[in-house]
Structures are given as structure tokens and as C-alpha cells.
């Protein structure tokens, strides 16, 4: 049994971890605990720069950290994307150590998992799709800039809390992908972990002829790369079903 943890912020998406869990298979357990955002998912300013510092903050963290160690974890994910890449290269960097000092485990967030899943599938040109504001929407591109992918694009929702991103629907998620894409883009990012993708992916995947990475999908296959665990599921999309790319 692999047993992945991972420490949500707040309450939107989370209900993508459970379907997730289901398409992996019965020798692998997905563990969820929540943490403070620290801040009202229905403020106008959840997703202030600041309000994301704080909530990926160390003691923020550090207080999830101790159940999932007790759970039997493996290996632990911040998933949150804007929780991360908010710090910086260094600082999202920083924040992933820090993580796996206080869990004694292995660790990584949401933003890496993007970097590793797209140099997983070779995609070294991507479009994002953020349901953010513009500012923090771009502080996303720079993080991904700062680790050799070269973003073709970038379309904001302009969406400032998470609760509201946790009621899009299918068509929505759609319409974002559809908005994002760009012929020279090797494949689609779509930021938020507060975004339901799972059920989708294989759709937008078949509507856009390309890879599509969400952010629950690589938070959990970054769970699973940390784990030493490969697992061919094509319901999760090319990500799940590729051979590792070699880099040259």
C-alpha cells in the first residue's frame, strides 16, 4: 500500500482527490487534510498576493503536517498552486524544505508538480489557463519561466476566491482551455486546485488534440513520482499514460 498525503487549503476542489483515489487502484490511498487559508474563501481579496503568502505560510503547514505523518503518509504535497509559486523559484523552494523537515517525509507542492509533469511529458511550450487574477496569474508564468518552460500565453478568469472556482462546471472548464490554448503550445496548464478537472480531463484532452495538466491531476502524480510509484491510468489523461521523456 502507497499511502500519499497531501495538505488542502480550505474547502473547494477537494472533492477531485476521492475520484483520483478510485482510478489509481486499491494499493493506493490518498490522504487529505485541510489547513487554515487564514483568510474567508467568500472575501473580495482571498487572492491578494499577501493573503497567499500567509496561507502557504510555515506554521500554516506545519500544523496539517503531524496527522499525515500519524496517517502513515509516504509522502507529503502542498497542493496549492498559488500558495507556492506566490514565494518565488527560491521561496516555493524554501517552502517545500521546510515541509519536509517538519512532516520527516518527502515533499513538493502544486507548482512543482507542474514543472516535473510538463518536463515529464516533454512539453517544453505550454498555455495557462488561470482562474486568477491577472497579477497572480502572471507570478504563475514567471515561476514556470524560471524553470526552463517557456509560456506561449496566458488568460486570466480574473476570479478572486476560491469558493466561486470550486461551482465552475464542465462547459467552464472547457471555454478556459479553449481560451487558453495556442497552436505553438505543447500542451494546456490549468492552475487552482479549487478547479473540479478530474472528471473532465479526458475531454478537454480530445477537444484540444494535446496534453492537459491540471492541478489536482499532477498534485497527485507528483504525490506518486515522490513515492517511486508509476501508474498507467488513461483517465487522468496523457500525463498518467506516457513513458517518462528524456530530456535532451
Not at 109 to 135: C, L, M, N, Q, W
Not at 154 to 174: K, M, Q
Not at 179 to 205: K, Q
Amino acid at each position: 500500500m502507497t499511502a500519499l498525503g497531501f495538505l488542502y487549503p480550505g474547502h473547494s476542489g477537494e472533492d477531485d482527490y476521492p475520484r483520483i483515489e478510485q482510478l489509481l487502484g486499491s494499493d493506493i490511498r490518498v490522504d487529505l487534510v485541510h489547513t487554515d487559508i487564514g483568510e474567508d474563501a467568500h472575501r473580495e481579496d482571498a487572492h491578494r498576493v499577501d493573503a497567499l503568502l500567509e496561507m502557504g505560510s510555515p506554521r500554516r503547514l506545519a500544523a496539517g503536517v503531524e496527522e499525515l505523518r500519524l496517517s502513515g503518509a509516504d509522502a507529503v504535497v502542498w497542493a496549492c498552486t498559488s500558495g507556492s509559486f506566490v514565494h518565488g523559484w527560491e521561496g516555493a523552494q524554501e517552502q517545500v524544505r521546510a515541509l519536509a523537515r517538519s512532516a520527516g517525509l518527502p515533499a513538493s507542492s502544486t507548482s512543482f508538480a507542474f514543472v516535473h509533469a510538463a518536463k515529464e511529458i516533454g512539453a517544453r511550450r505550454v498555455a495557462v489557463g488561470a482562474t486568477y487574477p491577472d497579477d497572480v496569474a502572471r507570478l504563475f508564468a514567471d515561476f514556470l519561466g524560471a524553470a526552463g518552460v517557456e509560456v506561449t500565453g496566458v488568460v486570466s478568469s480574473g476570479i478572486v476566491t476560491a469558493a466561486e472556482v470550486g461551482t465552475w462546471t464542465e462547459a467552464e472548464v472547457l471555454a478556459l482551455a479553449r481560451s487558453a490554448d495556442r497552436p505553438d503550445a505543447e500542451a494546456v496548464l490549468l492552475p487552482g486546485t479549487a478547479l473540479h478537472t478530474v472528471a473532465h480531463i479526458p475531454a478537454l484532452e480530445k477537444e484540444l488534440g494535446k496534453p492537459v495538466l491540471t492541478a489536482n491531476q499532477v498534485t497527485v502524480w507528483e504525490g506518486l513520482r515522490l513515492a517511486d510509484r508509476r501508474v498507467n491510468a488513461p483517465e487522468l489523461g496523457a500525463l498518467f499514460t506516457r513513458e517518462p521523456v528524456v530530456q535532451v
